[in-house]
């Protein structure tokens, strides 16, 4: 299997997620480049990977309106860019696989401020839409949503001469404690892999799904652990 990433001549492609015009370039550039048309073999593949955290504020009487549409602007409006352009190039080839990476927060609530579990849920919602209509055009649409892992990403909510050593062993054993698998660690290999996966031959009747790739933390009472 080979997969066509947003990638021109080795170096990414960056845009501005909530700009149309910038989006559409970058996936028609991607196109061009790599000659999607004749490259037939190939699996056509596109990752919607834009993440924004807003405040930590889960009381909506103080949230702020401009951030959460700061945040459905990326997190949602991002997507839905990159599933719009990546369909006009896949629907005339008539095949291809769009993953959308989301989180925990699009199956449960209360692990996150309200717009950002907003967010991840419509995501969830865009991908069996999407994935309904380009069926019929042989385009399988699915989602990722992984437990969490200490990214870049993870400690956006502390100013950055916060995100030291020790905040970082923090989240670790914070989400080690509060996992339902023990004894293993997410990394972000396993959810490329899953990724990948979802993209393969492997899982050629798979669309509209949401893959958890959290050992098992969203089907399990958090509230009520008779098990512990």
Known sequence: ????????NQALVISIVTSPKKMM?????????VNLVHLTSWSIMLVCQVHRVCSSCLDIRSAYISEFEKLFDVNVKGV???MKHAARIMIPLKKGSIISLRSVASALGGLGSHAYAGSKHAILGLTKNVGTELGLHGIRVDCVSPYAILTGLALTHLLEEERTKDAMAGFRDFTG??????GVEL????????????????????????????GGFTCSNHSLRVCR
């Open 1 to 8: 299997m080979s997969v066509i990433p947003l990638v021109v």
């Open 25 to 33: 370039f970058a996936v028609q550039l991607t196109s061009l480049s």
């Open 80 to 82: 839905f860019l990159g």
């Open 177 to 182: 404690r509060n996992a339902n698998l023990q």
């Open 187 to 214: 990394t972000t290999t396993d959810v490329a892999n899953d990724v990948l996966f979802l993209a393969s031959d492997e899982a050629r009747y798979v669309s509209g799904a949401n893959l958890k790739v959290d």
